[in-house]
């Protein structure tokens, strides 16, 4: 047992104290002895505002740790914890960790609330949820949740409630859909929702005016909504292994062109002029039929053999997501032209970091 600051228990002492037992090896009946001590013989238990018990072997938390009235955080990550008590009812907890256990929706508290409501961060990843908790939505002060690497199969669509988070993580379950109702969490600044099997995302995500880290690797995105381009204070989009950016990848690998298609692009190039009664008629309107490429350092053009760009955003940051446009040829993506152009970007608003492999 640690205690950092002094060894005293002056009741007095208005200083944050740390009780750490993690790392210790410990079961529940030689945590209770440890807890037992202090409440009983040191009768200071209501001097600790932060209690770590996190890598042990514990499996139940003693009726003791009730005791500590004064308890702010609990760490209690990689035990083997199948329950947790109602605790929030007589300490005002403002973080709870409780990630890496064996943790199921029947075995959390029927309730997570205090009459002070002071719970700013939940940690329940990497146990055993089947659902979204129902007793999470009534902490309407909570800013921080981690709730990944579980088996939830959905988000509740009152997930508005939590108007004050700041960070949902859900990453690593089994989400098939978004509710619109994510939309209206507008103080959010990290989604984190991978390796789930979302199909789609809502267009109300463009009300988070405040998001900053959109993560929805591995999912089975097909397409982007559009107005995705309004998130304003997106600097972080991971992308990689979806439908989405597998058909962008594949969709760069060209077929040769035709021999028609390379006389068309020949004559264009060169302006060459045709006369109407040189060629046949149905030539002239596939001659009329070319299409410029889209960079600006191209001068060729295309017919039916083109490269479909999708031009998520520039690694450098001008570009928004997500447009889809045409290239004549792959090299016009190869060379980047666009980072070339966006040297001397002057928009404040910079896409930092897209993740596309």
């Not at 002094?6 to 790392?23: A, G, V």
């Not at 700013?120 to 800013?143: A, C, D, H, W, Y």
């Not at 070339?340 to 596309?356: A, F, I, Q």
Request: hydrophobic content about 35%; overall charge neutral; some cysteine.
């Amino acid at each position: 047992m640690e205690c950092y600051t002094s060894d005293s228990c002056d009741s007095d002492s208005r200083e944050q104290r740390t009780l750490d037992l993690s790392n210790q090896l410990l079961d529940t009946s030689g945590l209770s002895l440890e807890l037992r001590g202090i409440v009983d013989e040191k009768d200071c238990a209501e001097n600790y505002e932060i209690v770590l018990l996190y890598s042990n072997r514990i499996t139940a938390l003693p009726d003791t740790i009730n005791r500590f009235s004064n308890l702010k955080i609990l760490d209690v990550s990689h035990n083997r914890l199948k329950t947790l008590p109602d605790i929030l009812k007589y300490c005002p907890l403002t973080s709870l960790i409780a990630k890496h256990n064996l943790l199921t929706n029947e075995s959390l508290p029927k309730c997570f609330c205090s009459t002070k409501n002071t719970l700013k961060e939940l940690n329940l990843s990497g146990n055993q949820l089947g659902s979204f908790p129902e007793q999470v939505i009534e902490l309407t002060s909570l800013r921080y949740l981690y709730m990944g690497g579980n088996n939830i199969g959905n988000i509740p669509k009152d997930i508005w409630k939590l108007n004050s988070l700041q960070i949902l993580s859900l990453g690593g379950n089994q989400i098939v859909d978004v509710p619109d109702a994510v939309g209206r969490l507008t103080s959010l600044q990290a989604l984190v929702l991978s390796d789930n099997m979302i199909e789609q995302l809502p267009n109300s995500i463009a009300h988070l005016n405040q998001l900053r880290s959109l993560l929805i690797h591995r999912n089975k995105l097909k397409t982007l909504p559009t107005q995705i381009i309004k998130l304003r204070c997106l600097t972080e989009l991971s992308l990689r292994d979806n439908p989405l950016v597998v058909r962008f990848v594949r969709d760069m690998t060209l077929q040769p062109p035709s021999l028609l298609e390379l006389a068309g692009r020949t004559i264009k190039l060169h302006d060459i002029p045709i006369l109407p009664g040189e060629v046949p008629r149905d030539l002239i309107n596939y001659l009329g039929a070319a299409q410029c490429c889209v960079n600006p350092k191209c001068k060729g053009v295309f017919f039916d053999n083109r490269v479909e760009h999708i031009k998520f955003v520039d690694f450098c940051g001008k570009y928004r997501i997500p447009l889809l446009q045409y290239l004549c040829s792959s090299k016009c993506i190869t060379g980047s032209w666009e980072s070339r152009e966006v040297d001397s970007n002057p928009h404040p608003h910079m896409m930092r970091k897209v993740l596309l492999g």
